[in-house]
């Protein structure tokens, strides 16, 4: 049978669902949207400052002035220094902590460049890292670089992943092999920089913004992310499902108890049922049908066929003036009294069977009549010698027979009868035999 859906099998419903519904709408807005930016500009300065040659003993003069939409870098390049520069400076960090840049993908520049040809510019991110960097020590950090000639329209694009390590940082520390790599991910400065000019002039830098742009979160990452989800869903709705299972393989473990239970509450009740069609309510003594079916199951036992068997039918003397005198219910209580003491006083295979109203019938197998008879007198004593109730005082008279062989019962029981029959004519309270 199936079980209806608990509320943690609903969850794990849900939970797909939303993440149907997730799935396409964040890879759809990380493919359109999810645009982080990053600006440079008067607007956004992050402590814009020149530097120039001087402190390497050059002699180049930067100066910078600010105005409301650029910024505006005055540059007269001496050559005293071997690499003359100058350089318009953002800070963007402070004690070695700076911005990840990694998920950035193109910088704009809007800006002109007067001076003369080559109109080379560069620009640096410079990246602290731990194992590398120190914070006394600026050139310590990674200098990841591009040197490219100016374009002739003030505003352009060009791809973040152009950047690489700068070979004069490179050479300067000693960096082996293996760290050469480009790394973005705390760059605590940008510079933009003059390129490699081989002779003294001015140059004038008027820039209105650097733009990074890059996704908040790379379609890469997102994917993974997504597939995390996806497993950790799918993991919770297996075990779910067999959690579900397995409560149902208990479930119906208990129905199946339940029903087992039940049908053994059902057999005993019918047991009950089929020993009160056989019996005597009043009495627990057989009816008739109970001695038809004990007689029947005896003739089916072979090795009991043909044994000798005894009839005794016994009848309360006077047993209507209890009734009158002392109530029906009296009368009731002296019949269960009565039937009491008999079954006490024979044995458990002798069937005691009330014939109708106060007469019974002792049906005993295995007996031969002189046995029967000293059976009927020992129960005769009985009678006389038992506490009634109400201080009664009760007797019964005794017909006692045998079963001839090839007799039927019947035949039995009317010579019993007939006994009994003189037992009550001859003064009642007496056993005669058949
Ligand atoms: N209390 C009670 N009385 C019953 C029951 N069945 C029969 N009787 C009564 O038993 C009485 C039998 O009376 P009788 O057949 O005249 O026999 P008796 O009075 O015993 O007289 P004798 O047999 O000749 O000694 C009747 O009054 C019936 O009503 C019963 O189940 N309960």
Known sequence: MNQPPSRAMKMAQYLVGLLLLLTPTLLIWQHFGMTRVLELSPRQPHGARVTDDRYEKGNTVASLVQTRDALVMRCELGMAYQWPFCKLQFLLGEGGKGV??????????????????PRKIRLYLINFEPELSTVDDWNSQRFNQIEFEL???????????????????????KVPLAQTYTRLDNVTAVELST???????????????????????????????????????????LSLSLLHFRSGLLASQSRLELLATINKALELEARELADQAHTDPLTGALNRQGLREALMRRLQTPEHYGEGMAVVFMDLDHFKQINDRHGH?????????????????????DKLVRWGGEEFLLVCPETHIEHAAMLAEKLRVAMTTQEWPHGLRVTSSFGVTELKPEEDIGAAITRADSALYAAKSNGRNRVEVA
């Not at 840049?101 to 193109?106: E, M, V």
């Not at 650097?210 to 997102?222: E, N, P, V």
């Open 100 to 117: 990840d840049f990694s998920q950035f993908d193109t910088i704009t520049f809007d800006m002109n460049y007067e001076g003369p040809s």
């Open 195 to 237: 390129g490699g000019i081989g002779r003294a002039q001015v140059v004038t830098m008027e820039l209105r913004s650097i733009q990074f742009r890059g996704k908040w979160i790379s379609k890469t990452r997102l994917l993974m992310y997504l597939v995390y989800a996806w497993i950790a869903c799918g993991i919770f709705g």
């Open 151 to 173: 374009p002739a329209q003030p505003t352009f694009t060009i791809p973040v992943n152009l950047l690489r390590t700068a070979d004069w940082w490179k050479d300067m520390r």
């Open 329 to 349: 219910n009296t009368g009731d209580e002296v019949l269960r009294h009565f039937a009491a003491i008999i079954r006490r006083e024979v044995r458990a295979s």
